[in-house]
């Protein structure tokens, strides 16, 4: 048990398992639970790294699956409360929501540490329909208060603290964006306004729950943006312009200590060259 991390379709069913112990209708219940399953998890991964029975590149794998099942119940839960509420957008369901969850930075790629956060982005079909239900509304109202949702079961501190703290900068026009995107908004912000420091990020990006639908779309947004050719020029400089000023604030070393992670020649910066060479 201790040495032996559960397998990347385990960790769901677990956590199902373990949620039947709580009412359905308690929720506070209900996001404590998620933070003890968390705790649980988490100490076994560990006791898996400490024993060094896995290497290390296994230990960020499992505690990327273990997020990825906390994800999805959390998409359930949010699902349901917001139905409750406002009814659902024609033809979805919890099993088909209409929205995908785009994961970016350490969670998109495969490589949460103990502390990390989740870098994530929420995209939605281009429905424009109202909900069905007894207080209907329109449909991207209904996916703005899902998102809501999702994030306050998330991040809400309780006795058994918060569960992760979400990132959404990535999203198109930051913080001043929306919580969630139509598809063809995201498109179209990929394709005309993106700078090029976010198209190195969708380098890592991949999806991790939602709609088959949404995820092919996507998938076809990604893949035409990471071909699209480019201003060799332009790139080269972009991209060393955002490296510099990441440098700048991130760099923690001096004359007696090499930062491993933002020195020169360090993790980052050969992160960034496999993404100018891929955007190449």
């Avoid at 794998?61 to 998409?75: F, K, N, Q, V």
């Avoid at 949010?78 to 994961?103: M, Y």
């Avoid at 979400?166 to 929306?178: A, I, N, V, Y």
Wanted: net charge negative.
């Amino acid at each position: 048990y201790l040495n032996t991390p559960p397998r990347p379709d385990e960790f769901f069913a677990m956590l199902q398992e373990h949620l039947m112990r709580v009412e359905p209708d308690d929720l506070e219940e209900q996001m404590e639970e998620l933070r003890l399953f968390k705790k649980l998890m988490v100490l076994r991964i560990a006791m898996s790294d400490n024993a060094e029975t896995l290497p290390l590149m296994k230990i960020s794998d499992s505690l990327t699956w273990l997020a990825e099942a906390i994800i999805r119940e959390l998409i359930i839960l949010a699902w349901k409360q917001t139905e409750l509420k406002f009814g659902h957008p024609e033809n979805c369901s919890v099993r088909d929501p209409g929205f995908a969850i785009i994961a970016y930075g350490k969670l998109g790629g495969i490589e949460l540490g103990y502390n990390s956060d989740l870098d994530m982005v929420f995209i939605r079909d281009e429905d424009e329909s109202v909900t069905v239900g007894d207080n209907p509304c329109p449909s991207a109202l209904f996916y703005q208060r899902l998102v809501q949702r999702f994030l306050h079961l998330s991040t809400t501190r309780m006795v058994g603290g918060v569960l992760y703290d979400l990132d959404m900068r990535l999203r198109p026009d930051g913080d001043s964006g929306l919580l969630i995107t139509d598809i063809a908004g995201y498109e179209h912000y990929q394709t005309e306004r993106a700078w090029t420091w976010e198209h190195q990020a969708l380098v890592r990006a991949r999806p991790i729950a939602g709609s088959k639908r949404v995820i092919d779309r996507f998938n076809a947004v990604r893949d035409k943006v990471l071909r699209t050719p480019r201003d060799l020029v332009k790139l080269k400089t972009d991209v060393v312009e955002m490296r510099e000023k990441m440098k700048k604030h991130l760099d923690k070393s001096n004359d007696r200590y090499f930062d491993l992670k933002q020195s020169r020649g360090g993790m980052v910066d050969i992160e960034f060259i496999a993404q100018y060479l891929m955007l190449r």
